[in-house]
């Protein structure tokens, strides 16, 4: 949510931040919307002073006798309660159209984003580990998958397209990720492990962006919830609508959680395989920070998230994206990239965000900084990032992919092997 009195300040500055993410200007929109509202609401100001001072008047002519007086005052005064009836209703539509306005509106790009219209305006930062040669022809996941406890027929049957079931030693490496991976970022990270609703409110789901813009891509049970795409939605939310003290700032969380999207928006990508589920498994990360902090737990998540990737030995690289790839929420995203030899590239399997002030507005998520620092008494609204670290499914195609051996069996790395039971190596049945 965008704080309209910044606007007010500069709405040239608001125009181009728009510019940067390809859209038009909405500056002058939204600045008579609020023109609307704050004359509205002067007028109504002015209208009750002279209604009190009106009401006073009557009972003093009534006082002294003077009738004429009194009608006269009385006629007045409901001529202005019905005229504040009519402001009143001018002024919440012009609330309620500016708020739905600006609720549209994405977050505008932090300074050192790169300007692009979308993933070919991507920049790589770094990249880790060597691709894997093979000495025989490396085969994608959806062909290795069924031998090894893949069942992409049982899922369809059961729940149709997206869905699919692991069996043995596959769902077993397939929760071993998740516990591997949950342990990392809550011993060796420093994240406090959450169990969250997996059932959220509208207001939850405004809150961290989902609502209203992508309330396609959501599931909606029939009493009005929403199951979460993603626990970032849950773990943001612990903090709406309260007020942290400085001192408590970084606040970091964990979640190890099923996840559901209906991938509205995406039609015909990735329908075969295990990338693009209804039904998935990810570790989210969020951190609650204050504007000074957020550069560097912005940078500390990233690199948590790439700590899993390395432990398990997967070539990765990591993206800045660019202003026309960037999510709806964020000013500034890094994304993770792991290597799929069966694909012979690079895919998302990570996206760590800064997203500013701009979902704690929608909160109203504050923090009241430390006495000595100027604000003493005054509340500020933290800053909110969220990463992933990982999403499960995609690391086990990863997996597999990278670890296949021409027999179509699969070694399993030994970071994870304490969580196999000591497992070594998923074999073809």
Not at 69 to 87: D, F, G, P
Not at 274 to 298: G, N
Not at 375 to 391: E, I, K, M
Request: proline share 5%.
């Amino acid at each position: 949510m965008h704080d309209i009195r910044a606007i007010r300040d500069d709405p040239a500055a608001f125009d181009a931040g728009l510019a940067k993410r390809g859209l038009a200007p909405q500056a002058a929109t939204l600045l008579q919307l609020d023109e609307t509202r704050r004359s509205a609401l002067t007028e109504t100001q002015t209208l009750q002073t002279r209604r009190n001072e009106a009401s006073k008047a009557i009972g003093a002519a009534k006082a002294r006798r003077d009738d004429d007086t009194a009608q006269a005052l009385m006629a007045e005064v409901a001529a202005i309660k019905a005229r504040m009836a009519h402001i009143d209703e001018t002024a919440a539509a012009s609330q309620t159209a500016l708020d739905a306005a600006i609720a549209a509106i994405p977050n505008l790009p932090a300074d050192d984003v790169p300007e692009g219209a979308d993933e070919a305006g991507n920049v790589e930062v770094k990249r880790w580990g060597e691709p894997r040669a093979f000495d025989f022809a490396a085969r994608d996941h959806a062909d290795l998958g069924p031998a090894l406890g893949v069942d992409f027929e049982a899922g369809g049957r059961i729940a149709g397209s997206r869905f699919t079931v692991l069996r043995g030693q596959a769902a077993r490496l397939h929760r071993a990720l998740g516990q591997f991976m949950i342990d990392v970022q809550t011993q060796e990270n420093g994240y406090t492990e959450a169990w969250p609703p997996l059932l959220v409110r509208d207001e939850a789901a405004f809150g961290t962006s989902q609502l209203p813009k992508f309330r396609d891509d959501l599931f909606q049970t029939t009493d009005g919830r929403w199951l979460i795409p993603t626990a970032e939605v849950s773990l943001t939310n612990l903090v709406r609508e309260q007020i942290q003290v400085e001192s408590a700032l970084p606040m970091r969380f964990t979640a190890l959680t099923p996840c559901f999207r209906s991938e509205a928006g995406a039609a015909g990508r990735d329908t075969k395989g295990f990338i693009r589920q209804h039904q998935f498994e990810k570790v989210e990360l969020v951190s609650i920070a204050t504007p000074d902090q957020a550069d560097a737990e912005h940078e500390r998540m990233t690199l948590a998230a790439e700590t899993i990737l390395e432990r398990l030995g997967l070539p990765y690289r990591r993206m800045l994206l660019c202003t026309g790839d960037m999510g709806f929420g964020a000013r500034k995203t890094f994304d993770l990239e792991v290597w799929l030899p069966g694909q012979s590239t690079y895919r998302e399997i990570s996206s760590c965000s800064q997203c500013g002030d701009f979902q704690a507005r929608r909160m109203d998520a504050r923090y009241r900084p430390a006495e000595g620092t100027g604000g003493r008494g005054t509340t500020s609204f933290v800053h909110t990032l969220n990463g992933s670290g990982l999403a499960v499914g995609r690391t086990f195609v990863a997996l597999l992919e990278n670890y296949q051996q021409v027999d179509g069996s699969v070694t399993v790395p030994e970071a994870l092997r304490p969580y196999t039971g000591g497992l070594d190596r998923l074999v073809p049945a």
